[in-house]
């Protein structure tokens, strides 16, 4: 197994394009979010090291890697990075105004210009969501 603290220095060129296309390119339009999200990533990578032997065995299979590889073929890696969000969402709080009345799945009104706030750190963690990695 690879040391998680050597992974700079142990990385092609390649490998390190992979995670950087993967991790990077979708979540571009935040800097701080973006940067969160891959920190907890990194963290719960490190905090299992058969997780992190797994994304190493999916990036030594790829060869050069192209944009394609990336988003079809790394389903491993974009499941631990989506698992990571669940956990740790950057926004764990939002507050939405309804523009137009609705009625929610559990019978619940809502009427234009109601004020919503939920929080995704309490659902990814509601035991009903599930989990991907524990």
Do not use: H
Not at 37 to 58: C, D, F, G, K, R
Not at 62 to 72: I, V
Not at 83 to 107: F, I, M, Q
Request: charge should be neutral.
């Amino acid at each position: 197994m690879r040391s998680t603290a050597l992974f700079l220095i142990c990385v092609s060129t390649c490998q390190l394009m992979c995670f950087v296309l993967l991790f990077s390119l979708p979540f571009s339009a935040g800097r701080d979010t973006t940067a969160q999200a891959l920190s907890w990533m990194y963290y719960e990578v490190m905090m299992n090291p058969e997780v992190e032997q797994n994304i190493w065995q999916e990036v030594d299979k790829l060869g050069t890697p192209t944009y394609e590889m990336l988003t079809k073929d790394m389903r491993y890696s974009n499941a631990v990075f989506l698992e990571a969000l669940r956990l740790y969402p950057p926004v764990p709080r939002n507050l939405k105004t309804a523009r137009e009345s609705d009625v929610l799945p559990n019978g619940t009104v809502i009427n234009a210009g109601d004020r919503i706030m939920f929080s995704t750190y309490a659902i990814g963690r509601n035991r009903v969501s599930g989990s991907i990695i524990r």
